[in-house]
């Protein structure tokens, strides 16, 4: 499976080093959607490139037009990494009604923006499936976008295709600040 990330990248680091395309930040991870750093780090990844870098700048959303400062984290230019998830990985898919009545969940508990209750599901999916790469949802941008979270154990099996920067030009970037109204 191929899945994007949009990360703050170090072209001299090591892929599970920071700054790499395989690097759990775990030490700056308890605020998104799916974190439990006391239990696991994870990588938030996309099945389409433009969604991940839709999440990145959604923060811009209604500033104006894109601009290049938008495409830096930390000093870091963002780059696009290609990542190729093993076939046999298992994703818990939260997307599925049928996981979802399994695991006694609600797609609005799925969606929700209360972090609480999101990350209170994961950890119990986390610690339920023990199989689990991780978990499949959909995006709360655009709902056909789907997501993956990633857990660390996903790690050994996830391969990094190509990483390249991301510049204002970039067909995703181009895609995602039209999505989100920032011109281009």
Excluded: K
């Excluded at 996981?99 to 990350?119: C, F, K, M, N």
Aim: charged residues 25%.
């Amino acid at each position: 499976m191929i899945l994007w990330r949009v990360l703050p990248w170090d072209p001299s680091a090591r892929t599970g080093t920071p700054g790499g395309a395989l690097w759990f930040p775990r030490p700056f991870q308890g605020t998104a959607r799916h974190d439990d750093p006391a239990r696991y780090g994870c990588l938030y990844v996309s099945e389409r490139a433009v969604s991940c870098v839709a999440e990145a700048l959604a923060p811009f959303r209604g500033t104006g037009d894109l601009q290049p400062a938008m495409l830096t984290r930390m000093g870091r230019p963002l780059a696009l990494a290609e990542l190729a998830l093993d076939d046999g990985a298992a994703l818990l898919d939260l997307d599925a009604p049928e996981v979802l009545a399994r695991e006694g969940l609600r797609p609005s508990r799925v969606a929700t923006t209360d972090r609480r209750a999101t990350q209170a599901d994961a950890g119990r999916l986390h610690a339920a499936h023990p199989d689990a790469a991780g978990l499949r949802w959909w995006s709360t941008l655009e709902a056909a976008w789907i997501n993956v979270t990633l857990f660390d154990r996903a790690g050994p099996r996830l391969h990094v295709r190509r990483v390249r920067p991301l510049a204002p030009e970039d067909d995703a970037v181009r895609a995602a600040s039209r999505f989100l109204g920032l011109g281009a």
